[in-house]
């Protein structure tokens, strides 16, 4: 995708509007303890992490989120989110005493001193997945490139390196590449399942290189979920009669098995170079087996969608099919589409990212990576 992607201006008014409103909330949530030592905080990655960058670049619906009914439970209005209120990013950031940390391509954000996310929905580690349509992985490391110019001209380079070295940069990529060899792409016709994870996983720690050339030295990863639990994968299985499809889940589990090994050897080779990774993939898989344990009711239908478990991707009647089912209580939904989490798991995974414990995250949790500087953490 060319970085010159085009950017429209539809929908930006509310983005500024719901900017100040989440602001505003800028009280802790519940009893997780703040922190503000002047870092900023960076955000790579697909749909589960893109605050509406998509709104603003030349795609479908498909991989668009600004149309009701997504945004009703926070913000009561779309904001490109994929899901009916905040996203993880969101949660940590008020944790860490941040404001909400905006679109890359909001046309209004050019402060970056807080951190930009450069997230995209239905962005992948390779540069084929979903071409055209989204923003790859490498895209917004070029879109970083110039957030760290303008940062290095406006504060001088001394204090753009602490704030960079000190910034905490967050991944959640990997998903879209995996999902597609099941979406009809013919890539493991061409690979084994190991030489196309490791392609992926080439290509991310690629772009850590980079970020950490430019000053990074603090990142987090989410592991990639259980694609085959999605309730649109479900439904993409042949007679699966609504079971998961435990090939697309393994090439996930594959993924996060050879993930920490390629951390493991940067932080070998790269001075200062810290790696965190919260297990994202159980916190998911735990609430899909057993919902009513985490306050919900379902964990394999989707809140919003058609068709058994709503599981086609039909939300908001804009990608082909104008009729869905739109459930009462999006609380009620571990799913809040065919493929995205509701607002209510995007918090508790917040908080365990935020200050769980090994389980979860490994081997820091994200308070103590704010808290320290990238010489501690």
Not at 116 to 123: H, I, L
Request: charged content about 20%.
């Amino acid at each position: 995708m060319s970085e010159e992607m085009k950017i429209s201006n539809v929908h930006f008014f509310f983005k500024i509007f719901f900017t100040i409103l989440f602001t505003s909330h800028g009280s802790q949530i519940g009893d997780i303890p703040s922190s503000n030592n002047g870092v900023a905080f960076f955000v790579f990655g697909d749909s589960l992490l893109d605050p509406g960058n998509n709104n603003f670049i030349n795609t479908t619906e498909d991989f668009r989120a600004n149309f009701t009914p997504y945004g009703e439970t926070f913000f009561n209005s779309p904001t490109g989110r994929f899901s009916d209120g905040r996203l993880i990013p969101d949660f940590i950031a008020e944790y860490a005493n941040l404001p909400l940390i905006p679109a890359y391509l909001d046309p209004h954000n050019n402060l970056y001193i807080h951190g930009v996310n450069f997230a995209s929905g239905g962005g992948g580690a390779l540069v084929e997945t979903h071409q055209g349509f989204a923003i790859n992985i490498e895209t917004q490391l070029r879109y970083f490139k110039k957030v760290e110019r303008s940062l290095r001209k406006k504060l001088g380079d001394a204090r753009a390196s602490s704030l960079l070295s000190d910034s905490v940069y967050m991944f959640s990529i990997g998903g879209n590449d995996y999902i597609v060899a099941f979406e009809g792409s013919p890539v493991l016709e061409k690979y084994t399942e190991i030489e196309y994870v490791n392609m992926v996983i080439g290509n991310v720690t690629s772009v850590l290189q980079e970020i950490y050339k430019k000053g990074g030295r603090k990142f987090a990863f989410l592991a990639v979920p259980p694609l085959g639990c999605m309730p649109h994968t479900r439904l993409m299985k042949v007679g699966g009669h609504g079971s998961c499809w435990d090939e697309a889940s393994a090439l996930a589990r594959l993924h996060n098995k050879l993930l920490p090994a390629a951390l493991q050897k940067l932080a070998h080779d790269l001075q200062g170079f810290k790696y965190t990774l919260a297990d994202t993939y159980n916190m998911l898989q735990t609430r899909i087996d057993n919902p009513s344990k985490y306050g919900l009711k379902d964990g394999r239908r989707a809140c919003c969608g058609s068709g058994e478990l709503r599981g086609i991707y039909s939300c908001g009647g804009m990608r082909g099919q104008r009729e869905f089912e739109l459930c009462e209580n999006p609380n009620e939904y571990l799913f809040f589409d065919s493929y995205h989490p509701n607002e209510r798991a995007y918090e508790q995974f917040a908080k365990l990212i935020w200050n769980g414990d090994a389980q979860f995250i490994n081997p820091s949790n994200l308070k103590q990576f704010f808290q320290c500087g990238s010489s501690q953490a």
